[in-house]
């Protein structure tokens, strides 16, 4: 027989009870599951725009070759060139559907030509770049009810 000091008995009491009953409970647990929280890896695609923000929040990172520029002189330019853009196409709005509807028509801006074709279905619009030739055309429908 193995003889124990007085100090350790209650000790070794305590641990025996403690495995007695560990030993006799049933043990519960569930499945550990994970789910992304990146849409990129499958995780719900409605946290794509906040994780997106969240990312450039914190970027700091700013390119050296960077042209773009925030002088005063370089915002004029761009507001500038804004409410030029703006003018044009109003005008272009203006000559397609306003109170006196033609069926054709161009303009040119700097080096930009927009040229018109209004039929009974479609207007037709032709944005030609002078300098490099490429082309893009955009076919409006014309939606018109007869009663």
């Known amino acids: 027989m193995v003889r124990i000091a007085p100090q350790l008995a209650g000790w070794v009491a305590g641990v ?21 929280i990146n849409p990129t890896f499958g995780g719900n695609p409605f ?16 390119d050296p070759n960077s042209t773009s520029g925030s002088s005063q002189g370089d915002i004029f330019a761009r507001q500038l060139q804004s409410r030029l853009l703006s003018a044009v196409s109003s005008q272009l709005v203006d000559a397609i559907f306003g109170d006196n509807p033609q ?4 303009f040119t801006l ?3 030509t927009i040229s018109f074709f209004r039929d009974l279905e479609n207007v037709t619009i032709t944005v030609t770049d002078d300098a490099t030739g490429e082309i893009t055309t955009i076919v409006v429908p014309l ?4 009663l």
Do not use: C, M, W
């Not at 069926?103 to 161009?106: L, Q, V």
């Open 110 to 112: 700097g080096g930009q």
């Open 103 to 106: 069926e054709r028509g161009t």
């Open 143 to 146: 939606f018109f009810n007869i």
């Open 16 to 36: 025996t009870v403690i495995l007695g009953v560990a030993a006799t409970s049933e043990s519960v647990a569930q499945d550990i599951t994970y789910k992304p």
């Open 47 to 62: 946290n794509s725009a906040h994780l997106l923000g969240v990312a450039n929040a914190q970027n700091d990172y700013r």
